[in-house]
């Protein structure tokens, strides 16, 4: 599940989402418009606090997830 579709879901904002990672608003954004790539720590963060409804594979540009495992 993208980051975007899953805060969206949830009703939780960007900065809300953000201050609860540490990380900024601005930052969560470029990885909701996928502008930007998450580091590792930031990955984890994401996953943990999605409860693994979000991983580090949802922020590839993959058209089908199969090829990730190609």
Known sequence: MK???YLE???IKRGEF???IGV???WI???CD???WPSRDVA???AR???GAVTADDFLLLDDRTEARV
């Open 3 to 5: 980051l975007a579709e």
């Open 9 to 11: 879901a949830k009703g």
């Open 18 to 20: 953000a201050a609860s």
């Open 24 to 26: 900024t608003g601005g």
């Open 29 to 31: 954004t470029s990885l």
């Open 34 to 36: 996928g502008s930007g």
């Open 44 to 46: 984890e963060k994401i």
């Open 49 to 51: 606090a999605t409860d």
